[in-house]
């Protein structure tokens, strides 16, 4: 079965100075970057799903531009903390584990939302104006997203960070 662990000789490269840091920090790491990238590229195409829904390809910006806030980084890289979660709830159905997911980052999303509004003054994404959503931090329409993208999430660490590190424990 073929993973999708990146090639144990880059690895190798760079395993010295990964081996120094820990596990945790380098999953949180992996996680900010990929939650920057799959944000992005969310929010370049629901503007096109929008316009084809609405029966208005004309509108569609095929630049699709997407955009993040430097605080999701942060914000995404948490999902290390859900790992330990992952492993707890394997031999849940599939449809039980995405609803899960989808409440946890719902949470996360209002949470995170709280605390940057507190600190900074406003919170980055501000659903206000929109239909489905509490107090603007946190928009519950999204929950069928954040499901697909749980479960997406667990394959990934099962399939690229473990065995990732796997290659990395092996050493040369």
Request: hydrophobic share 50%.
């Amino acid at each position: 079965v073929a993973r999708l662990a990146l090639p144990c000789e880059l690895l190798m490269a760079l395993g010295s100075l990964v081996r120094f840091l820990p596990r945790w920090l380098i999953h949180y790491v992996i996680y900010g970057c990929t939650g920057y990238i799959v944000e992005v590229m969310f929010t370049s195409l629901t503007p096109v799903i929008q316009h084809l829904l609405e029966r208005q390809p004309e509108k569609i910006d095929w630049r699709l531009i997407g955009h993040t806030y430097a605080w999701m980084f942060f914000v995404y890289g948490n999902c290390v903390w859900f790992e330990p979660l992952h492993d707890a709830i394997r031999s849940w159905n599939f449809l039980a584990r995405g609803l899960l997911w989808s409440a946890c980052f719902l949470t996360t999303e209002y949470i995170a939302g709280f605390v940057l509004r507190h600190f900074t003054g406003r919170c980055p994404w501000d659903y206000n104006g929109t239909k489905y959503h509490i107090h603007g931090l946190m928009k519950y329409s999204y929950a069928p997203a954040w499901l697909f993208y749980g479960l997406i999430l667990e394959v990934f660490h099962d399939e690229f960070l473990v065995a990732t590190f796997a290659c990395l424990e092996k050493g040369p």
